[in-house]
């Protein structure tokens, strides 16, 4: 297997500063040496060009009701990532996409849903179903799963939508943080969720199962969103927006091994590693170490 490393190193989609400088960070952790372990081989392809964040207005007014900070900007790398990860699954490799903060996700998932069918699972502390109708901040990283669902004003945004992505394809594993607005859009979807009472009342093991049988029924692969804030700050403290009380450091790693397991991944991205509110890079060694167990590194 060939594992595609697509730099995207986007801070757009929050207020935190740092995200940006990730894909460094993940790289310099040993990404490489990491999934050489794992049996695969990783072929880096660079960085998108991504301006900075203070060469550019933030403040974009949507056609309808709400707004979006960065939007026109998130659009160019939406789109620039999504031909990169496109390309990738065309010549046989496994796109991997470093973040950069979430709204990232908006262009992999795209680009992993032309021309195919595709599930995601949404390994996440939160639900990124807003809209920007609905959002209390305006931040595109809390959006990219409306975003790429066609979701209220994101409905018909061709930029945006992954064409081959279906919500009851869709599966949020570990969710604790959301927004009252937001909770109301995922109670209406279609989408599966399992949130950390889950995982604490049955176990990663049949949730993180469940889900990637959700995700991956009927479709031609599935795509894996990694944030790191899906496990808890005393795991991964380099993140912009920690939330206490999630998963432990085996229990991220079982539910990759799972995922490399059930043999449906098309593409995977990992986000909003913030090496600024870091411990000594700690946060980007765990993000190499659950890539490559997701591509199928084990102990033995």
Known sequence: MEARIIGAPSDY???RRGVDMGPSAIRYA????????AGVDPVDTGDLTVPRAEERDPDYRTPSEGEAKFLRETEAVADELADRVAESIDEGATPLALGGDHSIAIGSLR??????DVGAVWFDAH????TPSTSPSGNVHGMPLAAALG????AG???ANAPGLREENV?????????????ERIADSDVTVYTMSDI???GVRPVVESAIETASHGVDGVHASLDLDWLDPNEAPGVGTPVRGGVTYREAHLAMELLAEADVLRSMELVEVNPTLDEFNETAELATELAASAFGKRIL
């Open 13 to 15: 989609g929050q207020d």
């Open 30 to 37: 040993g990404l490489a040496d990491e999934l050489r372990a």
């Open 111 to 116: 680009g992993s849903a032309r021309d195919a």
């Open 127 to 130: 639900g990124d179903f807003n």
């Open 151 to 154: 979701v209220g004003e994101f």
């Open 157 to 159: 945004v061709e930029w």
């Open 171 to 183: 599966v949020i594993v570990g969710l604790r943080a959301v927004d009252e607005r937001e909770r």
């Open 200 to 202: 604490d009342e049955m």
